[in-house]
């Protein structure tokens, strides 16, 4: 009964966040909703059957989250240039880079860092990660333009 609940208030959440998205109330994205929520969960219940989720994150990282709008808000300012560079048909300054990103402790721990550090650095419009290769302890991503990585990200290694 209360794995039953469980699905319920997963449905429940995804039909939710499917009307956020649309923004409509209509019949038809009611029941679109309903059933792309109901494949949600069984798409996600299967996955975690199949691989357990190993993430812990500490609590202190997300302290750093007040940094993010004054990120967005000038990586917000590097994509309206870029736009105005594409709109006068100048070449790109977009870039691929990689520079050294190291996680330690336990894999769930390790998992929280990588997970943290790639909703940090992929929340802004400047830069996306593509990849983090934990053999090599590199983090690869894409940049509309050069900037430096956040300092809260580099936090990330030291905890």
Partial sequence: MKRLAGYCVKWI???LLWLLFVYQITMPE???GAAAAALTVVGLETSLKAEPLHFRPKLR???ELW???ATILE???VLLQTLARHALK?????LFQTTPF???GDESHRAGQRCTATVFMSVSPNSVVVDIDTKQDFIMFHQVKASPIPRFVRKLEDS
């Fill in 30 to 32: 009611l029941l679109a």
């Fill in 61 to 63: 990282w997300f302290a």
């Fill in 13 to 15: 959440a995804f039909c």
């Fill in 90 to 94: 100048k070449p790109s300054q977009a």
């Fill in 102 to 104: 190291r996680t330690s």
């Fill in 67 to 69: 940094k993010l709008p």
């Fill in 75 to 77: 990586d917000l300012w």
